[in-house]
């Protein structure tokens, strides 16, 4: 009976699932795919070399033991890294690179498409002067690793920034895309790196950027017509950072400049970081080639943090602000807020407020009431008009076109949504709900809800706008 490649893979995976923890295997195994089994040599496809390099760093003495039970001592694993084809070639990019724990020479070397510079960017203008101007890197320095406690929900995004930050541009994740929901400490980590890169490299140029902002740039210098020197100017950056890519979406002239700046950077071995609330997979409205781009390195994802991690970010801000408070309160406080990491922090300062303004001894009974209050407080933020908000961000349309009598389809369906979410959210009458969303009657807020519920279970985009949606407006 001849022994498949498959059924190699799937006895070292038995062996590796039982020997670490759960979350690393869905994280580092789960993807890797078996493709070869030729003599004593097992193939084996990864997503990027970040994933290869993390599996012989952490994992190469595992995976050694695991293979070598399987094909005795002489076993051999050899990496295939397959590429994102960005250039409409007919064959996608693979490289070939033999494990660590048996010495060969690479079997295949490709270029990535990304060396193909283009013309104008190989010798690009340089404002008279810019190299001799200080650029302040808009970094806040009370963002740092030191206080970005790691966690089962934030490893490999915290790691791979450290990774980053020690050697900025010279490794696979590059760009490092961070994402997430609100309050899981993006715009945190971004900073963090940042900060890290300035320290050990204070003749590094770093500039944080919300998307925002570059695009509000991006616009004035068309205006004023010095597109050219906006572009040049982001060019000489060695760091760059953006906040909230997702702003990008729809934004055709901004994410075509980009497009410009993060080639030219990422050829140049500049480091670029990247954080959003969704996935690349999950942007909208954002071009192919960027979208490309962006999974060229590493996405992170940071999730709700556990009880345990939420326990330790309270324990690290009472210890930076000098506060002692006992631990049945700090795990009370962690067990009953959960969202995000944001919330977790104004509630104990909320606690400490109390304590202190009123000379009351913290204790159980005051931690329940400033917990009560306090996701009361939140829950009372979902309104009619802070759903219409969230909605007309998430479809990047202002609140007055999703009010509007427009019968186009995206505006209609996103107004559906708004009524759908104010009808499961808030207390408000159908006449209300239709009255605060572009003057509709009763009869057309239970028709939109009727629809909502009809396209999630037929239609999958439908469904995902669904559940983004929620989770943005989860409290």
Not at 92 to 99: L, M, V
Not at 232 to 238: A, E, G, K, R, S
Not at 405 to 415: C, G, P, S, Y
Not at 420 to 425: E, I, Q, S, T, V
């Amino acid at each position: 009976m001849s022994v498949t490649a498959q059924t190699v893979w799937n006895n070292c995976l038995e062996f590796i699932k039982d020997n670490i923890q759960p979350q690393a295997y869905k994280t580092w195994f789960e993807p890797i795919k078996a493709v070869k089994l030729s003599d004593n040599a097992l193939s084996i496809q990864v997503p990027s070399k970040f994933f290869y390099e993390w599996l012989e760093e952490h994992y190469v003495k595992i995976l050694k033991v695991s293979l070598t039970k399987e094909l005795g001592e002489k076993a051999k694993l050899v990496y295939v890294i397959k590429m994102e084809n960005t250039y409409g070639n007919k064959q996608p990019f693979t490289e070939k690179i033999p494990s660590s724990n048996r010495t060969a020479v690479k079997a295949q070397d490709v270029d990535i498409p990304l060396n193909n510079k283009s013309p104008e960017l190989r010798n690009p203008f340089v404002i008279p002067g810019i190299r001799n101007v200080k650029i302040e890197s808009q970094l806040n320095p009370n963002y740092s690793f030191e206080n970005f406690l790691e966690g089962d929900s934030n490893r490999l995004a915290r790691s791979a920034g450290l990774a980053v930050a020690a050697k900025p541009g010279g490794t696979s994740f590059n760009p490092l895309l961070v994402f997430g929901g609100v309050g899981l400490g993006k715009t945190h980590l971004a900073h963090a790196i940042g900060v890290d890169i300035k320290d050990k490299f204070p003749e590094k140029t770093v500039l944080y950027i919300s998307a925002e902002k570059f695009t509000q740039q991006y616009i004035e210098s068309v205006k004023k017509n010095n597109r050219n020197d906006f572009i040049h100017f982001y060019q000489i950056i060695d760091v760059l950072i953006i906040d909230d890519v997702q702003f990008f979406s729809g934004k055709s002239g901004t994410q075509d400049v980009f497009f410009h700046i993060f080639n030219h950077l990422h050829q140049n071995g500049k480091q670029v970081i990247l954080t959003s609330d969704k996935a690349p997979v999950d942007m909208q409205d954002i071009e192919q080639r960027l979208l490309s781009r962006f999974k060229w390195g590493l996405s992170a994802e940071l999730q709700h943090p556990d009880f345990e991690t939420r326990v330790s970010i309270l324990k690290n801000k009472l210890y930076r602000d000098g506060v002692e408070m006992p631990d049945d309160i700090i795990d009370y406080v962690a067990k009953n807020i959960k969202t995000n990491v944001r919330e977790l922090e104004g509630a104990i300062i909320s606690l400490i407020a109390q304590s202190s303004f009123n000379k009351k001894e913290i204790t159980i009974e005051l931690a329940k009431q400033i917990v009560e209050k306090f996701v009361k407080n939140t829950k009372r933020e979902v309104s009619i008009d802070y759903i219409q908000k969230v909605v007309s961000d998430y479809f990047q349309m202002d609140i007055d076109t999703l009010q509007s009598k427009t019968r186009k389809r995206h505006i209609v369906q996103a107004r559906q949504l708004a009524m759908f979410f104010a009808k499961k959210l808030t207390k408000a009458s159908l006449a209300s709900i239709g009255s605060q969303i572009g003057k509709r009657d009763h009869a057309t807020v239970l028709h939109a809800c009727k629809t909502v519920d009809n396209l999630s279970s037929t239609d999958k985009q439908f469904r995902k706008y669904v559940e983004d949606i929620t989770k943005k407006l989860s409290v």
